[in-house]
């Protein structure tokens, strides 16, 4: 069987869309390969964070992630900066790859102009992520295409190592991922929910309270019309809707249309309410029980050691290859 990897950024809140558009996915995805899930924190030093903060995230993502259907029996589950090797890999694949290589990353170029005074972490962070790819010999990375410039790097790193060192390192291939219907913005129909939208209105947390949630979508962005069709140029405010409807329950786009013939805009709303109350309700009774449960630890605890023996290993390999030893 196939290895994975997946890392999960702690950073803004999950949302609906991302339930629909890239967990589901994962989901199906841990069936088919052997599943590596982390949540990639020290990634997220790259810019400042609130200590305290992310310390609440880091664990809320890993419970909401098991809450929606990734089985630590099939995933093997942890924290990065649990991982101790993984810095010390990334420093000796720092030393292999050359800056014009770094400052490429189209991620890089886009942060490093909005904020002059960026870090440099926000330049070799790449390598770190390579260095995430590398220690387990991943076979495949699932990623969007907005990220497989990432996962090229970390090829050509594997790549440049092997040859001067010996084959060290399997050479990752990408994953695109089909990501499931992209669900749009509530309030903005015209651009996707986003978990670092800055109006939280058009967006649906997975940490919402149930009340909230249905308040938003009984708010949702509609039209003037009153006909329940699937049109997302002329009807994207309906059409979304109708998305998440099919996404959540299997539903064609012809059956809801044809269940909602003749009915007003506010039943449909008020079915779409019902419907992403009691899915999100289920999730958030299992997160309720996880996040701060001794299971939780455990599945981490037991991750981490499966994780830091690969990767203690691959650093060993590495070291003498390299030449420190003592």
């Not at 990375?141 to 090829?155: F, N, S, T, W, Y």
């Not at 309906?238 to 249309?257: A, D, F, M, Q, Y």
Request: proline share 4%; hydrophobic share 35%.
């Amino acid at each position: 069987m196939k290895r994975i990897l997946t890392g999960l950024k702690p950073t803004g809140d999950l949302t609906l869309g991302n339930y629909i558009g890239a967990i589901k996915q994962m989901t199906k995805m841990q069936d088919e390969y052997e599943s590596y899930i982390f949540v990639a924190d020290l990634h997220a030093l790259t810019v400042p964070q609130n200590p305290i903060e992310l310390k609440k995230r880091i664990r809320a993502f890993i419970a909401m992630y098991i809450a929606c259907g990734i089985d630590p029996k099939k995933n093997t589950i942890y924290i990065q900066s649990d991982i101790e090797y993984i810095p010390s890999i990334s420093w000796i694949l720092e030393c292999s790859t050359y800056y014009g290589e770094a400052s490429r990353m189209i991620q890089f170029k886009e942060k490093s102009k909005e904020n002059a005074n960026f870090s440099v972490g926000l330049l070799t962070y790449p390598v770190l992520m390579a260095a995430d790819i590398l220690y387990a010999d991943t076979d495949l990375v699932p990623v969007g295409i907005d990220q497989k410039q990432h996962v090229e790097l970390a090829r050509d790193i594997a790549i440049r190592f092997n040859k001067k060192y010996g084959e060290i390192f399997k050479v990752p291939e990408p994953l695109i991922t089909k990501s499931g219907t992209k669900i749009k913005d509530l309030k903005d129909p015209t651009k996707k929910m986003s978990k670092s939208d800055e109006n939280p209105a058009g967006v649906i947390s997975l940490f919402d309270d149930i009340k909230i949630i249905r308040k938003k979508i009984m708010s949702a962005t509609t039209d003037s019309e009153m006909n329940i069709i699937y049109d997302e140029e002329k009807k994207p405010g309906i059409s979304n809707l109708i998305n998440i409807v099919v996404s959540l329950t299997g539903k064609s786009i012809n059956e809801v249309e044809t269940m909602f013939k003749g009915k007003n805009y506010g039943e449909f709303k008020s079915y779409v309410a019902d419907l992403v109350v009691e899915v999100i309700g289920n999730i958030q009774e299992k997160y309720n029980k996880l996040v701060n449960s001794k299971e939780l630890d455990s599945i981490l605890d037991e991750g981490a050691k499966k994780a830091s023996a690969l990767a203690y290993k691959k650093y060993q390999t590495m070291r003498e290859k390299v030449g420190v030893v003592r």
